[in-house]
């Protein structure tokens, strides 16, 4: 928001370092990426041309302080991904699943064959990661998953689908989780050019388009013992990943809530009708205050989500509260900024419908809203409503 | 090599800027590095460092006048790659040029720096003085304008390409030197130190700050010195506005140049490098524009700002 626009003065809560990143971060998106993403989004392609000037930024594994991360805050972070955001939710998913999905589980549950193998190649962009949880059938409940990792000596073979994986198509590895004999999800480092692993790019999609979505077959794919996340405790681990993801979204969709805005309100106050700028009709200053007033309160609250993690009190269910509060509030803005933007509101020149479209990409995915409120449903009567 | 890199904040050219008792209102402003002294930034890392490499050829020595919380502008500076900062506490709205100028030669005689290398003009005052009275008060060569530096090999003098009304000058001046520099020097291929691969191409623009840039920054040496310490008696301004000044406008003389038919080629090089640049060109490819300040330039959606820095949010 435009400084004179703060009025809760919400930039005081950043420090100098972090206000910098954020700064740095958003003119790069805004001069470097956003023409080219607009361009990736209508053909549905990823731009791959922007890892390597992302990773020379410093974006993947950002908060690690070894193999070559530059050590930043958990707000530092969050501040990254709202920037990210507010250039497409197609280029936060891919630092998302890259930081959060890859080279987290990898530097916190993998062995050091495992670190040093993928990691300085993660964070220097030159191998791109992706994170397999979701199968045809399984997606809400990933604990029913059916991927198997049958044990044979001195490994394990691997056979299933995994389906809905973002970079998944162009991904180097993969980290995937599959059933072992005693009936336990485990985690396993792949690199995908593994004999057994075939991959298929996903296509029609109307959201994240530019982003690679992708299916992972495996098909008797042997992996070595060194292939296992040693360090991992099956769906708990996953689940960890998950909670580094969603508070990366609950900043994310701030960004991307803020270029609606901000877009939306421009507008509206050089777009004439009856004689005025839109922008002086009542019912259209109520669209516009009920999205700041909403914006306000999903930042406020994801800052005190960064203030808790960097504590490392961050519980999972304070993440669920952000995650489902601040997707279904950038949602609401973007549709209140496409439909102020009127025709205008439905053609790429304008980013308002492609943020709306990718947002229901992000409703969906890293466990739905409906989800989220069980979560939170769960947590304040200790009834869980999802189990079978 | 060691390069002086002298370095002003001013009010962010993309944010609304309010009037109060006929003067710029300059409290609750947001300020941002002048954008020319950002490509005189991007020019010195340029000139001391071999692309592709880590590796440091010279050091780059950053000057800021001006309050106490200029350190975040000087910072953001440190971070894009330069050394060290100095930092002479001043008010911004009693800098004038002759008493910064006179702040930047005293600091020369501490530094002894090979090269000063400064922005054209600040796109606040927009007076484009310093650097000329600088080189007039240390008695060196001078190089203003400039759109292209090559260094040569044996470090003891600069070629440079000036932007003028005509097209471009090429002049070699004898180091130490004061040079000033204009917009096309962040151009991917405007600047040589001999030690680059000539055919090297920097992505367009200042370079953005990188985290670990950003977190190597705060422990950089920022000298904190009072003008006093130069022996500078008080930074209160020579040049004081007579009444009425602020008020009145006048519309300068066109140039003889601003719809002159120049050499095609430089034209369309000028044309060109508008284009890259994102900013729309205001003339035809046969026509070369007057010098505009920074902030006339648009910035719309999607295209380069010149100036970047912290919009706030
Ligand atoms: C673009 C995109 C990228 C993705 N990237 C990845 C990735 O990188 N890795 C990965 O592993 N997965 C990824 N996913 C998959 C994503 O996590 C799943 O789509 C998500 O978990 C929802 O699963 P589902 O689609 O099978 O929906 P379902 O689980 O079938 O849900 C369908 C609907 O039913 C609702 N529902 C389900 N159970 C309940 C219940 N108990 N109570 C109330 N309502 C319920 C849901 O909220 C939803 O509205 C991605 C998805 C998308 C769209």
Known sequence: MRNELDFLQVEDMIGDEERMIRDSVRA????????????????????????????????????LADYGGAGVSELAYGLIMQELERGDSG?????????????????????????????????????????????????SNPAGMRTRARRVADGYVL??????????????????????????????????????????????????????TGELIFDECYLPDSALLP????????????????????????????ACFDEALDYAKTRVQFGQPIAGFQLVQQELVESY?????????????????????????????????????????????????????????????????????VKTYEGTHNIHTLIVGQALTGIAAFSA | MKILVTVKRVPDPEQKVKIKD????????????????????????RLTEKAGTTERLGEVVVLGVGPKDMTQQIR??????????????????????????????????????????????????DNNQVPQLVAGYLKLPQATFACSLDLAADQKSLLAAREIDGGTENKRVPLPAVASV???????????????????????????????????????????????????????????????????????APSRYQSGVCGRANAEAHRRSEGLLGLTPNVNAFTVPAPRSAHERGDKHGQRSIGRGAQRR
Request: hydrophobic letters at 40%; one cysteine or more.
């Open chain 2, 22 to 45: 006929n003067a710029l209102d300059l409290s609750g402003m947001n300020f941002v590095v002048n954008p020319f002294d950002e490509y005189a930034v991007e020019a010195a890392l």
């Open chain 1, 231 to 258: 360090k991992g405790d099956g769906l708990k681990a996953a689940l960890s990943c998950l909670n580094q993801a969603r508070f990366g979204i609950a900043f994310g969709v701030v960004g991307a809530a803020l």
């Open chain 2, 76 to 125: 953001s500076c440190l971070a894009m790659g330069a050394d060290r900062a100095i930092l002479i506490e001043g008010n911004d709205d009693d800098l004038d040029s002759e008493q910064v100028a006179r702040v930047v030669t005293a600091v020369y005689e501490q530094e002894k720096p090979d090269l000063v290398l400064m922005g054209k003009q600040t796109v606040d005052g």
């Open chain 1, 159 to 212: 056979d299933g689908t995994k389906r809905w994986i973002t970079n998944g198509s162009i991904a180097d590895v993969a980290v995937v989780f599959a059933r072992n004999d005693e009936g336990e999800i485990q985690g396993f480092v792949v690199d995908t050019q593994t004999p057994g692993l075939t991959r298929r790019e996903m296509s029609g999609k109307l959201s994240l388009r530019a982003s690679a």
């Open chain 2, 182 to 252: 204009d917009l096309r020097i962040v151009l991917p291929q405007s600047v040589k130190n001999n030690v680059t691969d000539a055919s090297h191409a920097y992505p367009e623009g200042p370079r953005y700050a990188s985290l670990k840039g950003i977190m190597k920054a705060k422990r950089k040496p920022l000298e904190q010195k009072s003008a006093a310490d130069l022996g500078i008696k008080d930074l209160a301004p020579r040049v004081q506005p007579g009444p009425g000044d602020e008020a009145r406008r006048a519309t300068p």
């Open chain 1, 28 to 63: 790069f998106v805004k001069e470097q990426a956003l023409p080219t993403l607009v361009e990736h989004y209508r053909r549905g392609t990823f731009p791959r041309s922007l890892i390597q000037p992302m990773a020379e930024l410093g974006l993947f594994g950002p908060t």
């Open chain 1, 91 to 139: 280029l936060r998913s891919f630092c998302s699943v890259q930081s959060s999905l890859v080279i987290y589980p990898i530097h916190r549950f993998g062995s050091e064959q495992q670190r040093q193998r993928w990691l300085p190649s993660l964070i220097a962009g030159e191998a791109v990661g992706c994170f397999g949880l979701t199968e045809p059938d399984f997606g």
């Open chain 1, 293 to 361: 007033n909403a914006i306000v309160q999903a930042q406020l609250l994801s800052l005190r989500l960064a203030e808790l993690k960097g504590r490392g009190q961050a519980s999972p269910v304070a993440i669920s509260l952000a995650k489902r509060n601040n997707v279904a509030m950038a949602l609401d803005v973007a549709r209140r900024a496409r439909d102020i933007l009127g025709a205008n509101g439905i053609v790429d020149d304008y980013g308002a419908m492609r943020h709306m479209c990718n947002l229901e990409s």
